[in-house]
Structures are given as C-alpha cells and as structure tokens.
C-alpha cells in the first residue's frame, strides 16, 4: 500500500567535495525500500564490483543498479575518450527508460555531474531528461562540480563538504566504507 501512496515528485542534486554524495543517495533509496518504494540508480563512469551492488541484489526488486562505467577509473585528462560519451549516454537513455517505466519512483543519476563536467554529457542532455520527469518520480543527480544549469533546475541541493579525510594520509578505499 505504501508504494501506492501518492508524491510529488523533486529533483534532488547531491554535490560538493566531500565524501557522502552517493552513500546519500543510497541511503535515501535504503529509506525508499522501507516504504516499498522501489528506487533505480544508474551509476556512470563507475564499473567496477562494489558492496552496493551486492545490496542492491539482497534489496532487489526494490533496488537495481546498473553501471555504466569502464572497470578503471577515468581521469580528466583532455578531450574525453569515444567510449566513455557512448557509455555516458547509452546509461541517460538507460536512466530515461528507467523513469518512464512507471517502475521506480526514485531514479538516481550517481556520478551524472561529473560525467556533465568531464563533457561525457552536455547539460542540455540531462535537463532533456528532466524534463521529461513523470510527477510523482523523484530524481537525484550525484557528483562533483554540478553545472549551474542542474543546480538552477534543482529542487533541493545539498552540497557535502570536506573539512578532513583520511585519504590525505595514504588510506586506501576501504571494503563496505568507500567501495
């Protein structure tokens, strides 16, 4: 009954340089299953195995993840590889699909700025997608450097900080706290 109860839908940023953005994002999907809601994330430029999607496989119906990303990591280096603008936009159709399908109420675009900033997608190609946004489906856009553009058609945006961060000192992804 729960999943059944009607919302209106918002789009949601989640950007900044701290740590947090995607575990927010996940935690909000984690609230979502609560209720019966059920939630998709499209993950770009990420391909690697991680404790989420092994999650996601426990929670499933209610949450599905797919990666859009190569294994390794990109780096902004230049002008961005062929490949990754394929995979970037063949996951915004992925994630259009997945909003229209009446399926999800919760769509999560994890990494989308990031993608955006890197020129993978341009601004005009994700707020296309937003503004096709059923109402009563509420999206997330992730990552660092949100375009102004994103940030103007949010409603809500959250910015993380980062004040401190072990990394600084050599600490490496840790299995079920970064990866």
Do not use: W
């Not at 770009?44 to 929670?59: D, I, N, Q, V, W």
């Not at 909003?99 to 989308?112: A, H, N, Q, T």
């Not at 992730?142 to 900080?161: C, Y």
């Amino acid at each position: 009954m729960a999943a059944k109860t009607p919302f209106e839908g918002r789009v949601q940023v989640y950007t900044g340089n701290g740590k947090g953005k995607t575990t927010a994002a996940l935690g909000l999907a984690l609230r979502a299953a609560g209720h019966g809601l059920a939630t998709y994330v499209g993950q770009f430029l990420k391909g690697r195995p991680s404790g989420e999607l092994r999650s996601a496989r426990r929670l499933s119906p209610l949450l599905k993840i797919e990666q859009f990303g190569r294994k390794s990591f990109l780096r902004p280096n230049g002008d961005p590889d062929e490949e990754d603008i394929e995979r970037a936009r063949r996951g915004l159709a992925r994630c259009l699909k997945a909003m229209l399908s009446g399926r999800y109420r919760i769509v999560v675009l994890d990494e989308v700025n990031v993608a955006v900033d890197l020129g993978l997608l341009s601004e005009r190609e994700v707020l296309a997608v937003l503004d096709r946004r059923p109402d009563g489906v509420e999206v997330v856009l992730t990552g660092r450097s949100a375009p102004p553009a994103l940030l103007r058609r949010a409603d809500l945006v959250t910015e993380m900080k980062e004040r401190k961060h072990y990394a600084s000192k050599g600490v490496r992804a840790r299995a079920g706290i970064e990866s």
